[in-house]
């Protein structure tokens, strides 16, 4: 192992039990440089999560197995400021940091299945289920759920295509996918 494997190994073991031990990182978590997270109640991998540089989860989420985040990847609250207070500038408004903080967004969270790729610069507001297999395509924007094994592009997202040619493919792959334990 080299000089430099041994010093990403560190810095990730850094990370998963200092820096953000209150959340749950799987096993074989690895972190690009300036990735930031932060949740009101709860982050949880799965094993093999990769989070690309720049990247930021900045709401509740849980996050499968093999999930792969290219950089500037985020993971954005859709209620994290109380916008409906008249009379109180949005700069002022209560958020979902504080721990008053009652109004909307408090029990959503972002959830992404196994084995899904999202792409460089796609934003996913909370409340979204990504499906077992998909592909988010950069620069999307996904505001609604994401079907299984699918391809998801656009601002908003929707959907473009199938992640396999074939009914064929999608069913040998997670065949094998279950099989290997994930």
């Known amino acids: 192992m080299s000089v430099v494997q041994r010093l990403k190994r560190v810095r990730d073991w850094y990370l998963v039990n200092v820096r953000w031990r209150k959340y749950q990182l799987g096993s074989g978590f690895h972190a690009g440089r300036q990735v930031f997270i932060y949740a009101k109640h709860s982050v949880r991998t799965g094993a093999n999560f990769y989070i690309g540089r720049y990247s930021e989860i900045g709401c509740d989420a849980e996050i499968g197995d093999n999930v792969i985040f290219a950089n500037f990847v ?3 609250g859709r209620y994290d400021h109380h916008y409906q ?3 109180v500038p949005i700069r002022l408004a209560p ?3 504080d721990v008053d ?3 909307k967004g408090l029990d959503e969270k972002v959830v992404i ?3 899904v790729w999202v792409g460089y610069r796609a934003i996913i507001m909370s409340g979204v289920h990504i499906g ?3 592909i988010v395509a950069a620069g999307s924007v996904v505001t609604k ?3 299984p094994m699918s391809i998801y592009a656009g601002v908003p997202a929707r959907k473009v295509g199938e992640r396999f040619d074939s009914l064929d493919g999608m ?3 997670r065949e094998w996918f279950d099989s290997v334990g994930n």
């Open 171 to 173: 069913v040998q792959h």
């Open 145 to 147: 759920d994401v079907e």
């Open 132 to 134: 077992f297999g998909s």
């Open 85 to 87: 207070q008249p009379g």
């Open 95 to 97: 958020q979902i940091r």
């Open 74 to 76: 985020s993971l954005a």
């Open 101 to 103: 903080y009652d109004w």
């Open 113 to 115: 299945e196994d084995d």
